[in-house]
């Protein structure tokens, strides 16, 4: 038994005969380190607020199934990664695997993603470095009631697998039990990071031909931000007009951007786009960068409220498609792919939407028992569970929020 497993869950008549089970029901990942370079006084993990290559850690990843299938092994560097969820007073972080020569291969070369998720069957098998995310927003470990009892770890990959359905590239994800030194650290969600080797892998052309941006101006995180400066000076100098509008085509991908403002309108997105979104854009004349969604957790939750459609930050995706909307042609392609994705068995109609979500609770509908035991009283002295909270945070999205929030959207673009 695992001394960090609460009693109140393991010993509870609801759980203690399924547990073992619940620990099976999805893959494990084990990462195995130095106990000195995780916990220890310069340890990652000691120190989540740093960040860099300074504290990147040498450390062993392994992917177990339960059924006996032959997993993978491979050594790679480990950082903790994220914003506000790095913060000491929470438990829970999220890591960030990378493949380098000095720990082995340069590359994960492994099909992590063919069995997991929506449109498995173009995910690339090549990865330069892959994120462990630990959910912060809407999860047992933050310290807001309110979120607490709305945590069901899904939402983040719900985005991202509506984005696929919308035919776009996006991050792939699987749930997987992950261990630290044998230690049960809880649920975690495997991604990919939209980074240049993201869009090389979906888009073409090398990694080095690509710009990746996180939250600009703070972070390029690939090549440069020119052509994002140049867009951006385009669209603040005004897009009424036809030549304007084909001018700032050259650096944005039209289609791309309506289809992504609309998931995050549709998903209500409510810490976005001050932050939390990726843009990439292959470097060569013509090509219009494209945007992905990022740590959308903030999204699903009121039926009828969150409009987010007024949004216009500087310098962020959502100023590119306010000072677009004022363009005829834009809004009418706007509309053609409203009415594509709202209606008739689109990607965002009640019945596709909930299906969806359907799917990725079936996944962790077990395991999420152990993630109750090891964080539901990281807050409180009795632990939030699944029959309690989580099936009832899930029962709410499946049989009223998505049966009504195709509607509650058409009225906000209204």
């Not at 005969?17 to 380190?33: A, E, H, N, R, Y």
């Not at 340890?43 to 989540?48: A, D, K, R, T, V």
């Not at 690339?124 to 892959?130: G, K, L, M, P, Q």
Request: hydrophobic residues 35%; proline residues 4%; glycine residues 10%.
């Amino acid at each position: 038994r695992q001394p960090e497993m609460d009693p109140d869950i393991v010993n509870n008549p609801l759980y203690s005969g399924t547990i073992v089970d619940d620990l099976k029901s999805i893959p494990s990942l084990s990462l195995v380190m130095r106990n000195s370079d995780l916990f220890g006084g310069s340890g990652i993990y000691s120190n989540p607020n740093s960040s860099g290559v300074a504290w990147e850690r040498p450390g062993s990843m392994e992917l177990i199934y339960p059924d006996g299938s032959l997993g993978h092994q491979q050594n790679c560097g480990v950082r903790i990664y994220g914003g506000v969820g790095r913060n000491p007073g929470f438990k829970k972080h999220t890591f960030r695997f990378l493949f380098k020569r000095e720990y082995g291969a340069t590359k994960l070369d492994y099909p992590l993603f063919n069995f997991a998720s929506e449109d498995a069957e173009g995910a690339t098998d090549r990865f330069d470095t892959i994120i462990l995310r630990a959910g912060f927003n809407n999860a047992w470990h933050r310290n807001s009631v309110s979120e607490e009892v709305r945590a069901q770890y899904l939402r983040d990959q719900w985005m991202h697998d509506a984005q696929l359905a919308m035919g776009h590239a996006s991050c792939h994800g699987v749930f997987v039990h992950l261990y630290l030194n044998g230690t049960y650290w809880g649920v975690y969600n495997v991604v990919e990071r939209p980074n240049a080797d993201f869009g090389s892998s979906y888009y073409g052309g090398k990694k080095e031909e690509w710009d990746a941006l996180n939250s600009y101006p703070r972070n390029v995180v690939d090549g440069t931000a020119t052509a994002w400066q140049t867009a951006h000076s385009i669209a603040n100098g005004g897009v009424t007009s036809q030549a304007a509008h084909d001018n700032l085509k050259e650096y944005v991908d039209m289609e791309n951007l309506i289809d992504y403002m609309l998931l995050n309108f549709y998903g209500g997105n409510q810490d976005w786009d001050d932050h939390n979104w990726y843009a990439g854009r292959h470097r060569v004349p013509g090509a219009g960068y494209k945007f992905w969604s990022w740590d959308a957790e903030r999204t699903l939750e009121s039926i009828t409220g969150n409009n987010r459609t007024g949004v216009g930050q500087s310098n962020k995706p959502s100023r590119l498609f306010s000072q677009l909307k004022q363009n005829t042609e834009f809004r009418m392609q706007f509309a053609d792919h409203a009415h594509k994705h709202l209606f008739n068995g689109g990607a965002l109609s009640p019945v596709q939407a909930g299906a969806r979500y359907q799917k990725l609770a079936n996944v962790i509908d077990r395991a999420i028992v152990g993630e109750s035991a090891r964080w539901g009283d990281s807050q409180r002295s009795t632990p939030y569970t699944r029959n309690g909270v989580w099936v009832t945070e899930r029962n709410r999205l499946l049989n009223q929020y998505f049966p009504a929030r195709t509607n509650a959207v058409l009225g906000h673009l209204r």
